[in-house]
Each structure stands twice: as C-alpha cells, then as structure tokens.
C-alpha cells in the first residue's frame, strides 16, 4: 500500500514538473524581452514577465508538457525594433505558434533567422509593419499550415527575388495564405500567379491577395482548390470576365471580389455556392440583369453589388426567401429597384441590419423595414418626396444617407436615437 502511495505521489510530482517551464526557456524569453523595444506603458503582456513567475504562466506564453515554449502571442505589444538574426527569440527552437502582429518595425525586413523555427506551423506577422523584400527563409519552413504576412492598407513589403513560386513551393501543406497587400513585382507572376499558387498549394481552404496588383484571367488549374472556403482578390486588376470555375468550390463561404475590372454576367453556377455567407462584387463593370442564381443562395448574410452596370427594373421582393441576409447593397447601377407596398412583416424573419439603395430610381420609402432595427440605411441619390417619416429613425440607427432626394419636412413627431452617428440630408427640399 505504501508503495502505491508513494507511486502516485512520485507520478503526480512528475507530472506538475513536465507542466513547468525549462530554465533555459525561461532565460531566453528574459533575453527576448530586453531585446525588444517596446511601450511599456502600452503593452500588456511584456511588461509583465518577470524573474519570479512560472514563465509558462506569463501572459503570451504557452508550453507544452515538457516545459518548451511552442506558442508566442506578442500581438499589440507596440514592439519597435530588437529582432535581429541573432535574436533569442530564434532560440525557441520548438516554437509552433508565433503572432507578431500590430507591432510598428518601421519597414525593417522580416528576419532571415526566422528560418531557425522549423516547428512552425502558424506565423502571424500582419499589419506589423515590416518591409522589404519577403526573405527566401519564409520557405524552409515547410510545417507551416497558416502564414500570414499582409497588411491593410500600404505595400511595405514585395515579392520580386525570391520569387512567389520559390516562396510557396516548398508549403505544400499551407491551408491558410494572407498576402494582402504584399506586392509581387514580376509582370510574369503578376498573371501566373493563379497557376502557381494552384500548383504548389493544393490543400488551401483560405486564400487573401487584396492589393498584391495581379492580373488575371484565372488559370483553369485555379479550379482544383477544391478546399477553398475563403477567397479574397479585392482590388486586383483581372479585366475579364468571371470565369466559370466556381462551381468547384462547394465549400466556399466567403468570396470577396471587389474593385477587380471585372465585366460580363455572373455565372449561373453561383447558384451551387449554398454555403456563401458574403459575397462582394462591387466596383466592377458586370452587366445585365441581377442573376435569379444568387435568389438560390440560402446561406447569405451580405450582399455588395455596388458600382457595377446592372440594368433593368429589379423586384427587391425576389429576396424574400434570403432570411438571414443581414447587409444588402444595390447602390450605383443602372437599375430601377422597386421595393414593392410590402410591409416588414411580409418579409417573414428577414435579418436585414443594413440596406443601401443608392441612386436606384426610388420615388418612396421601403416601408418593409420599418420594424427591422436597421443600424444603416443609405437611400441617397434618388427621387423620394415628401416627409421623412417618423418610422425611419428606429432605435438602433447609427447611418442615415437621404441626400439628393425631394424631402420636405420631418414627420412629427419624431426621436432621432443617440446611436446615430452619421446623418446627410442635403441636397433635398427641407426647411429645416
């Protein structure tokens, strides 16, 4: 019996002892932080290891049993600078999990010692403002499942040598690629890019290029991301038509392709993506009416068909059956959209949170949304008359856009909700 106990009591010690952080682990992460240059009156993990604590236990910071550090969360620290080649951080030789985004380093490259982390699988180094040239190192680590090195707004970094097939060939096993923004500078890989990515990452279920200044038409080969359940190509220049490859993305529930030269009719196959919650096509040159094919879509929750050339008088009735569409936009075409005597409650369970009809032939209010809780409305830009009434400002409305119509009065009375946070009314016949 005494050596039973004595048994547990030794096993429950080891135990506690593989969930405690290394000493040598502990002594390069204290290297790492009077390495790097950060805010301390900022930061909320940094700033807080110390010598005293179980650094396994410091915020940022996950181990696996053994006490190696596999996962590095330092997103937001206001780090600046202090990652070299020769950085402890690439010391952590088991690291898996490493998130460096919303830092500020100032245009530095990303560091070639990063090659050093060969247990990689997730790399986060997004809208951390590194630059230059995308290092060859990326590439040797080849357990990477999501790598992630793109940026909101500005073109900090480029792919020009190594290429973007030398990068990605040896990623076989990536399913997530955030490169948005990233400019890939070789008028050659700027139109293969399609076929590249297609060749060498077969496995994707994420891909994100807004910015990246490609071009198109799509390859054929594109079509075998049969995985894909999240594309991004927004503001890309294609200059085709839509090519007839999505039916073979059944997996698919965001397709974001905005501002990309796009022209000619959506394809009927859209019908098949039952499983798209957003879809964007604004910006574009498509034609024609508005396909019966995204009628079919059950799974919608956003809509953006914006700035586009569709034509032709269009029954807002037909997305009665869309119940969980939550954002709609129709604005800037060539279209009469008529939004029917419908009250709201002839639109079943409709979701509909915001509605922008823009410039489309309106001459009264949709009153279907009345008892919506709508958080945006946007009816600029058309020939409304009389009152605004009294229904229109709910309480939940925070964006209301009834410029360049022939308003003439407020409907009293009236309670405009302290949510509103944007109001245009100009441009109308109001005596205000």
């Given at each position: 019996m005494l050596s039973k106990l004595f048994f547990i009591s030794l096993l429950s010690s080891f135990i506690f002892l593989t969930h405690s952080c290394l000493d040598h682990q502990k002594t390069l992460l204290l290297q790492l932080k009077d390495e790097l240059s950060f805010n301390s009156s900022l930061s909320t993990k940094l700033v807080r290891w110390n010598v005293r604590d179980e650094c396994c236990k410091w915020p940022g910071v996950a181990c696996d049993a053994a006490g190696y550090v596999v996962s590095l969360q330092l997103h937001n620290e206001s780090i600046s600078g202090g990652i070299a080649d020769?950085?402890?951080?690439?010391?952590?030789?088991?690291l898996e999990n490493l998130n460096l985004a919303y830092n500020k380093f100032n245009c530095t490259p990303i560091p070639k010692g990063i090659h050093n982390l060969t247990y990689l699988t997730h790399l986060n180094l997004s809208n951390a403002e590194f630059g230059g040239q995308v290092p060859l190192q990326l590439s040797f680590l080849r357990r990477l499942v999501c790598l992630d090195i793109s940026y909101e707004y500005l073109r900090t970094l480029s792919i020009e040598l190594p290429n973007l097939e030398m990068?990605?060939?040896?990623?076989?096993?990536?399913?997530?690629?955030?490169?948005d923004h990233v400019n890939v500078t070789s008028s050659h890989?700027?139109?293969?890019?399609?076929?590249?990515?297609?060749?060498?990452?077969?496995?994707?279920?994420?891909?994100?290029?807004?910015?990246?200044?490609?071009s198109g038409p799509l390859a054929k080969s594109f079509g075998q991301l049969?995985?894909?359940?999240?594309?991004?190509?927004?503001?890309?220049n294609f200059g085709t038509e839509l090519p007839d490859l999505f039916a073979n993305f059944?997996?698919?529930t965001t397709l974001s392709l905005s501002s990309c030269g796009l022209k000619g009719s959506i394809p009927?196959?859209?019908?098949?993506?039952?499983?798209?919650?957003?879809?964007?096509?604004s910006y574009n040159s498509f034609s024609g009416n508005i396909p019966h094919s995204l009628f079919a879509l059950p799974s919608l929750l956003e809509l953006h068909l914006s700035y586009n050339q569709f034509s032709g008088t269009f029954q807002l009735d037909n997305f009665r059956?869309?119940?969980?569409?939550?954002r709609l936009d129709l604005s800037h075409n060539r279209l009469s959209v008529d939004v029917g005597n419908l009250n709201s409650t002839s639109y079943g369970s409709l979701q509909l949170k915001e509605l922008r009809l823009a410039s489309c032939n309106l001459s009264h209010f949709p009153n279907f949304i009345k008892n919506l809780g709508m958080e945006e409305v946007d009816l600029s830009v058309n020939r409304i008359e009389g009152e605004i009434p009294s229904w229109i400002w709910g309480t939940q409305l925070q964006y209301l856009d009834l410029s360049y119509n022939l308003?003439?009065?407020?409907?009293?009375?009236?309670?405009?909700?302290?949510?509103?946070?944007?109001?245009?009314?100009?441009?109308?016949?109001?005596?205000?």
């Open positions: 020769s950085s402890s951080l690439f010391r952590l030789e088991y990068i990605v060939q040896n990623l076989t096993g990536l399913r997530e690629l955030y490169l890989e700027r139109r293969k890019w399609s076929h590249i990515i297609s060749s060498y990452l077969p496995n994707l279920t994420a891909l994100s290029l807004h910015g990246c200044g490609l049969h995985s894909l359940s999240f594309l991004r190509l927004d503001y890309n059944p997996s698919l009927s196959t859209f019908a098949n993506l039952t499983n798209l919650i957003r879809l964007d096509l059956n869309l119940a969980n569409l939550t308003l003439t009065d407020l409907q009293k009375p009236y309670h405009i909700p302290t949510s509103l946070r944007y109001i245009a009314l100009d441009s109308n016949l109001l005596l205000l």
